[in-house]
């Protein structure tokens, strides 16, 4: 599977910085927030960006929430949200014990959770999608 390239160097440093096993990993995630943003109606494609030097992707269309890529509290791959969204409470709320949570702002993988693609995939849509039908009533 060709990946979607890297526009900024930047960003393609911070990708090397992470060790192998971590590499693979955020690489995989990058991939599926850029699938599910191009499924998706109204993303209308993704800013990459790091934020406190992390990987961070946000709708152009600016009514989602980011969802960045970081090394939860484990020592593993996470992926967070603003900590002052919904997004990471209702993901919990829906899958409980499905996830390692980190506070409010992220979810963590492990091995037994990184086959999980439905639910991180509807967790990167919520996190895009937030506030999406307030930005169309505004």
């Known amino acids: 599977m060709a990946r ?7 960003i ?4 090397r910085g992470f060790s192998d096993e ?8 990058r991939e599926m927030i850029f699938d599910v943003a191009n499924e998706t109606d109204g ?4 800013e990459e960006s790091l934020k406190w030097g992390q990987p961070s992707y946000r709708p152009k269309a600016r009514f989602g929430t980011a969802v960045r890529l970081g090394i939860g509290k484990t020592g593993g791959p996470a992926l967070l949200t603003h900590c002052q969204t919904r997004v990471l409470h209702d993901f919990r709320t829906a899958f409980p014990d499905s996830f390692h949570y980190d506070g409010n702002r992220g979810l963590e993988l492990t091995d037994a959770t990184k086959g999980k693609h439905e639910e ?3 967790f990167i849509r ?3 999608t937030y506030r999406q039908d307030k930005a169309k009533v505004a």
């Open 22 to 29: 971590l590499r693979d990993d955020f690489l995989s995630l």
């Open 43 to 46: 993303i209308d494609g993704l």
């Open 126 to 128: 919520s996190a895009l």
């Open 120 to 122: 991180l995939r509807l």
């Open 12 to 15: 393609e440093a911070a990708f």
């Open 4 to 10: 979607t390239p890297f526009e900024d160097p930047n």
